[in-house]
T-cell receptor
Framework: NAGVTQTPKFQVLKTGQSMTLQCAQDMNHNSMYWYRQDPGMGLRLIYYSASEGTTDKGEVPNGYNVSRLNKREFSLRLESAAPSQTSVYFC?????????????FGPGTRLLVL | QKEVEQDPGPLSVPEGAIVSLNCTYSNSAFQYFMWYRQYSRKGPELLMYTYSSGNKEDGRFTAQVDKSSKYISLFIRDSQPSDSATYLCAMRSSGSARQLTFGSGTQLTVLP
């Protein structure tokens, strides 16, 4: 049971390049999330998906797109990377959005945009 | 002003000390409160979950919520070097099950 997995672990991009961050969970969870973590800012929600086929914006969605490919996989795409998108990105999943739901996090992807 | 304020530390204590970590918040709609532990270069993991005001104990950890003061705390008794991590508070209202608001985290080091 791997939980939440993310690829790649680390990536360096040049300004304007594009890339897709991959996330997969094997816990049969309905909801999945993408966060970014910056020093002094805590974790901020970029996008989330309550179920397969649905996605919604979080607190900081600008510059990102997401795809909920199936129940297991939720990808985050940067179409034209900017230095302001240098951050650590975490994917998370949870059961059904009930009041006592627990979010389980992946190990993170460190992204550096030059 | 941030909705959730957390002293970033760093906080350094000797092994065996009692540690107190705190968050204040401004949104009176928050009803569910969590503490996450994050080791260096790892993802956050849920440590404690509490609903509304009161205390909850789990081993060496106690979570305390004071809704009247909009203040939550995490106490660690008999702290161990393995407790060295960043501790993040998180909270949400009853109407937004998926929208967690996080504090910025407190970095704790327990010295052997």
């Amino acid at each position: 049971n791997a939980g939440v997995t993310q690829t790649p672990k680390f990536q360096v991009l040049k300004t304007g390049q594009s890339m897709t961050l991959q996330c997969a969970q094997d816990m049969n969870h309905n909801s999945m999330y993408w966060y970014r973590q910056d020093p002094g800012m805590g974790l901020r929600l970029i996008y989330y998906s309550a179920s397969e086929g649905t996605t919604d914006k979080g607190e900081v969605p600008n510059g990102y797109n997401v795809s909920r490919l199936n129940k297991r996989e939720f990808s985050l795409r940067l179409e034209s990377a900017a230095p302001s998108q240098t951050s650590v990105y975490f994917c998370a999943s949870s059961t059904d959005g009930s009041q006592r739901e627990t979010q389980y996090f992946g190990p993170g992807t460190r992204l550096l945009v030059l | 002003q941030k909705e959730v304020e957390q002293d970033p530390g760093p906080l350094s204590v000797p092994e065996g000390a009692i540690v107190s970590l705190n968050c204040t918040y401004s949104n009176s709609a928050f009803q569910y409160f969590m503490w996450y532990r994050q080791y260096s270069r790892k993802g956050p993991e849920l440590l404690m979950y509490t609903y509304s005001s009161g205390n909850k104990e789990d081993g060496r950890f106690t979570a305390q919520v004071d809704k009247s003061s909009k203040y939550i705390s995490l106490f660690i008794r008999d702290s161990q070097p393995s407790d060295s991590a960043t501790y993040l508070c998180a909270m949400r209202s009853s109407g937004s099950a998926r929208q967690l608001t996080f504090g910025s985290g407190t970095q704790l080091t327990v010295l052997p």
